[in-house]
């Protein structure tokens, strides 16, 4: 079991530009989560998937996010047009994907994101 | 709707202390509790977590939560506070609903350790 990980660990990026960070789940985990933590604040919810089905975006922060699972493994969240208010910790969670709320996340260690 | 309020978002202690962080929930479906620990630059870590039957939970590095429905309330505590205890704290509460089990945190505790 070698973790959630997430690449890059950094990204510094001008504002307008597009960005894509990936994130690798722990083998055999069903369920994984995009989350958004910015400075002083706990992490906040974007989206999920249940293998490759994309099962809630409603709570991407806008048009300009996306995010794909094409083969139920890693995962991409793609942001365009990129804006200074972008600027946070992206995190990602997996988990076994039992379907109970009782489970486990398992988190990365995030991709920090800079915009200039 | 669930949400979470942490209180006090820095608490300070000594080596050796008490460590008390304080976490209220609220919810209109039983919860399911987790605290998990975010060390500088590194993903977040579960500490521990409440899903049903005994409601003092223990979980890792001498770290235990008590759920009181009465209450609302889900607070973190070690009898004795170390220096690698220092880290920020985040409370966090999850229900099955239409975002799969996704988790709703506070804003988080930094806790500060001195010698």
């Known amino acids: 079991d070698t973790g959630v990980s997430q690449d890059p660990r950094h990204k510094i990026t001008k504002r307008g530009q597009n960005v894509t960070f990936r994130c690798d789940p722990i083998s055999e985990h069903n369920r994984l989560y995009w989350y958004r933590q910015t400075l002083g604040q706990g992490p906040e919810f974007l989206t999920y998937f249940q293998n490759e089905a994309q099962l809630e975006k409603s709570r991407l922060l806008s048009d300009r996010f996306s995010a794909e699972r094409p083969k139920g493994s890693f995962s991409t969240l793609e942001i365009q047009r990129t804006e200074q208010g972008d600027s946070a910790m992206y995190l990602c969670a997996s988990s076994p994907g039992g379907g109970t709320a009782q489970e486990t996340q398992y988190f990365g260690p995030g991709t920090r994101l800079l915009v200039l | ?115």
């Open chain 2, 1 to 115: 709707a669930q949400s979470v309020t942490q209180l006090g978002s820095h608490v300070s202690v000594s080596e050796g202390a008490l460590v008390l962080l304080r976490c209220n929930y609220s919810s209109s479906v039983p919860p399911y509790l987790f605290w998990y620990v975010q060390y500088p630059n590194q993903g977040l870590q579960l500490l521990l977590k409440y899903t049903t039957g005994a409601t003092l939970v223990k979980g890792i590095n001498g770290f235990e939560a008590e759920f009181k429905k009465s209450e609302t309330s889900f607070h973190l505590t070690k009898p004795s506070a170390h220096m690698s205890d220092a880290a920020e704290y985040f409370c966090a509460v999850s229900t099955l609903n239409q975002a799969g089990t996704a988790l709703i945190f506070g804003k988080g505790t930094t806790l500060s350790v001195s010698s």
